[in-house]
Structures are given as C-alpha cells and as structure tokens.
C-alpha cells in the first residue's frame, strides 16, 4: 500500500507540474500583455503625429489647397507647328481695291510650302509669273474692308485654296504676309 501511495503522490506532482506550467504561461502572457499594448500605443501614436505632420506641412507648401497652376478654359492647345520650306521669290505686288474710291494694296507674301518637297520649289519658280498676276488679281477683286487686320487669317486661308487649285503638283500649306498695308487714294 505504501507503494500505491507513492505512486498517486508521483501521479499528483506530475499532473501537478503541468497545471503549474500552464500557469507560468498564463503568468509570462498577462504580464507580457500590458507591455505588447504600450508599445503599440506608442506606435499608433507616432502614426497619427506623422501623418498631421505630414498633412500641415503639405497644405502649408500648397498654400492651403490652392492650385497653383491655373487652367482656363478659351485656352485650346495647338501643339507645334509644323516645319515649311519657303517660297519668296514673290516681288511686291500692287493693285487697287474694288471699292467706289479705290485703295491702293501693297502686299508682298511668302507662300509655305512641304519642307524638302524639290518638285513644289520648281513649279512655284517656272509658275512666278502666274503667281504674281493671280495675286494681283486677287487683291484687286476685294474691298478695303476685306484686307483689314482683322480677317488676316481668313484672307490666307482663301488664297492657300485658291492657289492650290491653280497649281499642279505644288500644295501651299501656309501664306504669310511680309507686307499687307492699303492706302486711300
């Protein structure tokens, strides 16, 4: 008997020894707990100072939101203009407006045309003479109220298809006036 007591005293410090150690775990757990939250407080507090730190100093440099680029809307984008060989061999032309009291129009042009295009230089150069009549022609079938500043733009669109369809393998691409000026006679 004494020997099954000594047994069921081993069996209880065995069974014991593991409660007990279950309980250190528990202990090292619920003392590790409080120091595991403290620094991840600690953590979550850095993270919210950075980003207000990092928030204020954005909207100090963007001065409070602003955009610093301003857009308008009547602004249309263009691009780059493309490259044209020139053609100014054309003299200074003069003629006479169709008004009642005629104007005197002194214009002197530079036509565009693709750049390197060998053929469209030839024609323009054997056709100088033609060129200038039909411009000279041109000018004298519009009105002193044509020629003004203001429809500049329109007049170059006009002769560049006019001209066009005057000339064979050439394509004036661009008009520009080096001279356009009218004078009351």
Do not use: C, H, W
Not at 90 to 103: F, N
Request: proline share 3%; no cysteine.
């Amino acid at each position: 008997m004494a020997n099954d007591a000594d047994e069921k005293i081993d069996l209880g410090d065995e069974e014991g020894g593991e409660s007990g150690s279950k309980k250190k775990k528990d202990n090292a757990l619920l003392m590790l707990l409080p120091n595991l939250l403290k620094f991840l407080a600690i953590g979550l507090g850095m993270l919210i100072l950075i980003v207000t730190i990092s928030v204020i100093t954005f909207n100090i440099l963007n001065k409070g939101g602003k955009s610093q680029t301003v857009v308008t809307d009547d602004v249309t984008y263009e691009g780059t203009r493309p490259q044209y060989s020139m053609f100014s061999a054309l003299p200074v032309i003069r003629a006479m407006t169709k008004d009642p009291s005629p104007y005197s129009v002194v214009v002197e042009i530079v036509l565009g045309y693709d750049l390197n295009n060998a053929t469209a230089a030839t024609e323009l150069t054997s056709r100088l003479v033609e060129l200038q009549d039909f411009i000279r022609n041109y000018f004298s079938s519009k009105y002193n109220v044509d020629l003004q500043p203001d429809k500049e733009e329109q007049l170059k669109q006009d002769l560049i298809e006019k001209l066009n369809r005057r000339l064979n393998t050439a394509k004036v691409r661009a008009v520009f006036f080096k001279q356009l000026s009218t004078m009351e006679m």
